[in-house]
């Protein structure tokens, strides 16, 4: 199974840009890549998926590089509101192999005035 | 995700009782899946379906068992409940093909 490793907590400023990195040395060929965030007592919300290169949407950006054995979540300017934690999950598309998920530990983003 | 729903939000209990928490969806998804999240562990999948017939065994199984009453119900069991299946409980649900998981709010279980 492809493990995830994450930093487990990161702090950063208002109006900054904040990247969080991911490691799956062991992710298989046809695993994508999720990212989730998650608030205090909330469930995992959905910010980007992406299979390789780069994907961008309203609110973030997903960096994998050519090996695709570690992904990095791009913030643009965050703000207090994005102080939450940020889960990497690794897993085949459609997750028609569901027990083949992995989900990292999170880092803890913490974003200050 | 108010789509998600899980009852109940919050329960305390004693070790061996029977346990049951409740998922329901209104998405319309063919996919519903149980998660528990402990401190410092992310999330660890327990079981999962992909339609109303068919149940599947996660990564953590064991002590917990599963019921898919019809397309939008997904109700997680322990049997008999002991005091390291405190934790919080997720459901979540996603289409066919590659779109993301729907988490409801959780269910946070303390068994003393």
Redesign the interface.
């Known amino acids: 199974l492809a493990k995830t490793t994450q930093p487990i907590s990161m702090d950063s400023y208002e109006g900054q840009e904040v990247n969080i990195t991911c490691s799956h040395n062991n992710i298989a060929t046809n695993d994508y890549i999720t990212w989730y965030q998650q608030f205090p007592s909330q469930g995992p919300r959905f910010i980007i998926q992406g299979y390789k290169t780069k994907v961008t949407n309203e609110v973030a950006s997903l960096f994998i590089p050519a090996d695709r054995k570690s992904s990095t979540l791009s913030l643009p300017r965050v703000s207090l509101s994005d102080t939450a934690v940020y889960y990497c999950l690794v897993g085949p598309p459609g997750y028609s192999n569901a027990s083949k998920i992995i989900f990292g530990s999170g880092t803890r983003l913490s974003i200050q005035p | ?1 108010a789509d ?1 729903t899980q009852t109940p939000r919050n329960r305390i209990t004693k070790t061996g009782k029977r346990i049951m928490l409740e998922c329901s969806q209104t998405k319309g998804h063919d ?1 519903m ?1 149980w ?1 528990r999240q402990d401190p ?6 327990i079981y ?1 379906s ?1 339609d109303v017939k068919d149940i ?4 953590i199984s064991d002590g917990y068992s599963v019921s898919r009453q019809a397309q939008a119900k997904f109700s997680l069991s322990l049997e008999s409940a002991i005091p390291n299946q405190t934790a919080l409980y ?1 459901c ?1 649900t ?1 289409n ?11 269910t946070r279980l303390s068994i003393l």
């Open positions: 995700d998600v996919r899946y998660y410092g562990l992310g999330l660890r999948l999962y992909f599947n065994k996660g990564e997720f979540a996603s066919v093909g590659n779109q993301p998981q729907h988490f409801g709010d959780g």
